[in-house]
């Protein structure tokens, strides 16, 4: 992740030391800025892509397909987003929806997770779906 804070004073690259701080040092836009510092400083706050995100983030129309190992069937979903969480965990949201119903449902996937269960084809979602059920008989 690239870092968005530098060293020095806040108080003083925000040129607020010309005024007499109404909030004796400690507005919320300093602790704001104290913050972010802090978990820029810590290294398990690093962001990590997995190395096939790239491409299933590329995908025409932004549609990939979702192997279940829990159903053995494969669903078509849509990327919707992806978004940190305050650990700079990195999630993506898609929309899929049931085969039964038909049903739209949205769910956030951890993107690691993501990048064991999406695939960019159909075949090879079903595939992998077939050798899971070889490595379980």
């Known amino acids: 992740m690239?870092?968005?804070t530098f060293d020095g004073n806040f108080c003083d690259i925000a040129q607020c030391r010309t005024i007499t701080c109404p909030?004796?040092?400690?507005c919320t836009q300093k602790q704001v800025w104290e913050r972010l510092k802090m978990y820029e400083d810590k290294s398990p706050y690093t962001l990590e892509i997995p190395m096939q995100l790239p491409k299933l983030l590329k995908a025409p129309n932004r549609i990939?397909?979702?192997?279940s190992p829990?159903?053995?069937?494969?669903?078509?979903?849509?990327?919707?987003?992806?978004?940190?969480d305050r650990y700079c965990r990195?999630?993506?949201k898609i929309r899929w929806t049931e085969p039964e119903d038909e049903k739209?449902?949205?769910s956030s996937i951890r993107?690691?997770?993501f990048c064991r269960i999406a695939f960019s084809t159909k075949e090879e979602a079903e595939n992998e779906l077939r050798k899971g059920a070889d490595e379980d008989a």
């Open 2 to 4: 690239e870092r968005l």
């Open 23 to 26: 909030y004796n040092n400690s």
């Open 64 to 67: 990939v397909y979702i192997a």
């Open 70 to 84: 829990l159903d053995k069937h494969v669903y078509t979903a849509t990327l919707e987003s992806a978004y940190l």
């Open 90 to 92: 990195l999630y993506i």
């Open 104 to 106: 739209v449902n949205i």
């Open 111 to 113: 993107a690691d997770a």
